[in-house]
């Protein structure tokens, strides 16, 4: 059986993200569960560990040759001259640096090349003068992907699991889409995803469940409760009224969900401690 496979991107050339994967790469936990594949031109990589000043020895390697395992390898890229990238400052030639990197890791994502993406911060103004015509980068993978199902994202910082009702839209703009279906939908996709990880045999944080006051060390009972309190909450929403306020509790089900046709997307940012998943409901 072989390792799981993770393509890593730069992000934004003009950006932190070249450092903070440079830095990334020095944790041990990250090569000894993943062979990582860095995705994007040898200068990029190159520079982000010298401003990170970590040593970095990038074995390149060819597309035919992904089949094998590599542990850590690169897939060179020509997406901008080094001297067009301009640090600290928003370019179309680093946008579509972004995006190409962006769209080599999706195409090796549904060729089952790789399983799962981690990029590193975008620039949205960048991206924007580089085309790319949608509202995110969420909404651009699935229009890529030709994906039409709901998708959002899951945010996990340490014990924090959060999924989210509204997602880049305007402050003024949040209430107006805050109803039933919208926070149906967010529950459903935590239901649906956190089931799907734990049939994979994936880690869950059970262990943090101490903190509802489970003293007990017996993990069955462990996942009875948070699996009790989380269809509660999915049962709660489904019978909210239309005003927002609950009623009494219904008894059906949550709906399973499924997971989107692609792999988990991790972002890293604020000191590589917080990640954002896009996945998404069938």
């Given amino acids: 059986m072989r390792r799981p496979r993770l393509g890593i991107i730069p992000g934004d050339p003009s ?3 070249p450092e903070l994967i440079a830095k990334l790469l020095q944790e041990p936990a990250v090569l000894a569960q993943a062979d990582v594949l860095l995705i994007g031109d040898a200068h990029l990589w190159e520079g982000g560990a010298k401003q990170a000043g970590l040593p970095l020895h990038l074995k390149t390697i060819d597309e035919a040759n992904l089949s094998t395992g590599f542990a850590l390898a690169h897939l060179d ?3 901008i001259a ?3 990238v301009q640090i600290a400052t928003v370019t179309q030639a680093s946008g579509n640096s972004a995006l190409r990197c962006l ?7 549904q060729s089952n090349t790789i399983d799962g993406i981690l990029f590193a911060p ?5 991206l924007t003068l580089a085309g790319l015509n949608a509202e995110d980068e969420h909404r651009y993978m699935a229009r890529y992907l030709g994906f039409e199902g709901y998708h959002s994202e899951i945010n ?3 014990a924090l699991m959060t999924t989210r009702v509204t997602s880049h839209i305007g402050l003024k703009d949040v209430a107006a889409n805050i109803d039933q279906p919208a926070v149906m939908r967010a529950v459903d996709l935590a239901y649906s995803t956190l089931k799907s990880l734990e049939k994979q045999g994936l880690m869950l944080p059970w262990q943090r469940l101490t903190r509802m006051r489970v003293i007990t ?6 996942r009875s409760i948070f699996w009790r309190l989380l269809s509660k909450l999915v049962r709660t929403a489904k019978c909210m009224s239309p005003d927002h306020g609950p009623r009494t509790l219904c008894s ?3 709906s399973a969900g499924k997971l989107m046709r692609w792999s988990p997307c991790i972002m890293i940012k604020d000191k590589l401690r917080s990640s954002s998943w896009g996945l998404s409901g069938a």
């Fill in 15 to 17: 950006g932190i993200g």
């Fill in 77 to 79: 890229l020509a997406t």
């Fill in 82 to 84: 080094a001297e067009d």
């Fill in 103 to 109: 769209d080599k890791a999706l195409d090796l994502a």
């Fill in 122 to 126: 975008f620039n949205k103004a960048a």
């Fill in 156 to 158: 996990v910082l340490d």
């Fill in 217 to 222: 060390g017996n993990l069955a009972a462990k």
């Fill in 252 to 254: 059906s089900k949550p």
